[in-house]
């Protein structure tokens, strides 16, 4: 385990809470049905900060003059074993994830006040779980209880993820190795999936290949659930059902990404069935496509984020009046956003340790500028269903192509760049079928 990464991030911690305590849990298992449990997933700010999986965690780091990182596990517990599989136990626990200190998690509850007392503030993971808030004003309350005694109680308590955002939001090299391999086991599983599309064969069948090959390759899941829509699913923009037959001369739309060690990839491809697209297909395509392009032509430092979503409308908008979609001038259907009965999103999100990661787009109103280390996609699309002033031939035809990009000193660096897009290298690709 190379924990060098996990100690600096609790000692960057440590430096912007100054003086305090932070207690981050991890999070709790849940239940499926009866005795039968979801997939355990540990919770991603507990994860940045310590690299341990196992469930029922927490972490906590003192800051001040004398800076201590604690992590409170399970015992352990060798029948456990027996039935779940291996538990670390403080013992190895404290070596093998470089803590100060380790306890078990039962003894969380006796040891907090004591962490906290003559501290001015407490940084806690608030908001997601009542349960844990009210544990959490517990121990803060059992320290004002010791007034008399001289102790004093934190002053402040404080939302964790404030800082810890901003930790998340700028990648460092670690992360970044890890997010290239997430980005290549996905692309080799889209062009799998492209390979084995064809007529006749269920959109599920082809969200098989996807899961086949990110396990193939090493990773541990999906990062979220794969998006397999053919045809006119493919203007429903989050559908999931994946339960359609595929049809000769429609589009097949896949969003699907895997999760590589905590760290999430998101690719979306989109292609013809029958491996040819037709001329209003191709038109539209080329159209995201080049959107798209302008798009990473805006990933830049400096740059605010909303700079890649103005220019993939710009370039989507002028597309929807020459093929006769919209009418009006360019001014026109940007001022009014008529733009948006076809592309209805942004054109991207942070990424990381979730696919849609921690940070905030905004700060005192203006879009935040963006700086090297931060990981986004771009993803513009257009999806045209039925209805009035839509010409027949473009009717449910819905495209999106989405790319993962790492902001550089210069410009960015596409991670997912090997995953065909190209009008041509997508019909070569599926020729050789």
Not at 56 to 79: I, Q, S, T
């Amino acid at each position: 385990m190379n924990t060098a990464p996990h100690l600096r991030r609790r000692a960057r911690l440590a430096q912007l809470i100054g003086k305090g305590v932070a207690i981050i849990p991890t999070a709790p298992e849940r239940t499926r049905n009866r005795d039968a449990h979801y997939p355990y997933r540990y919770d991603s700010y507990f994860f940045h900060l310590t690299g341990f999986t196992e469930p029922e965690a927490v972490v906590v780091v003192v800051a001040g003059e004398k800076p201590r990182n604690l992590l409170f596990c399970r015992e352990k517990n060798e029948e456990r074993e027996i039935w779940d599989g291996f538990r670390y136990g403080p013992v190895a626990a404290k070596e093998s994830f470089a803590f100060d200190e380790t306890y078990t998690i039962d003894q969380l509850d006796k040891l907090m006040p004591d962490l906290l007392a003559d501290q001015p503030a407490v940084y806690a993971h608030l908001g997601g779980d009542s349960a844990w808030d009210a544990r959490v004003l517990g121990w803060v309350n059992e320290v004002r209880n010791r007034a008399r005694t001289g102790v004093a109680a934190p002053r402040d308590i404080a939302d964790v993820h404030t800082l810890l955002d901003d930790l998340r939001l700028i990648k460092d090299a670690d992360e970044l190795a890890t997010m290239r391999g997430a980005a290549a086991i996905s692309t080799g599983a889209h062009v799998r999936a492209m390979r084995a599309a064809r007529a006749g064969i269920t959109e599920y069948q082809i969200e098989a290949e996807l899961l086949h090959e990110f396990r193939r390759l090493g990773a541990q899941s999906p990062a979220y659930t794969s998006i397999v829509a053919s045809g006119a699913n493919a203007c429903v923009l989050h559908y999931v059902s994946n339960d359609a037959v595929l049809k000769d001369g429609d589009l097949l739309l896949i969003d699907a990404g895997c999760e590589l060690d905590g760290y999430a990839s998101d690719i979306t491809r989109t292609f013809p069935v029958n491996g040819r697209f037709s001329a209003p297909q191709r038109a539209v395509y080329e159209l995201v496509l080049a959107a798209q392009a302008a798009a990473i032509a805006e990933v830049k430092p400096g740059n605010p984020w909303n700079a890649p979503h103005y220019a993939a409308v710009k370039v989507l908008a002028q597309g929807f009046i020459d093929l006769k979609l919209l009418t009006g001038d360019l001014a026109e259907v940007l001022e009014k956003e008529t733009y948006r009965k076809f592309y209805m999103h942004r054109t991207g999100h942070w990424l990381g340790l979730d696919v849609h990661d921690a940070g905030d787009y905004k700060r005192d109103g203006q879009w935040r500028a963006l700086q090297p280390g931060m990981v986004l996609t771009v993803e513009p699309g257009c999806y045209i269903r039925p209805g009035d002033g839509v010409p027949a031939e473009f009717a449910n035809i819905g495209v999106r192509i989405e790319d993962d990009a790492v902001v550089t000193a210069t410009g960015c660096e596409i991670l997912t760049s090997a995953a065909p897009k190209t009008v041509s290298d997508i019909e070569t690709l599926m020729a050789s079928r």
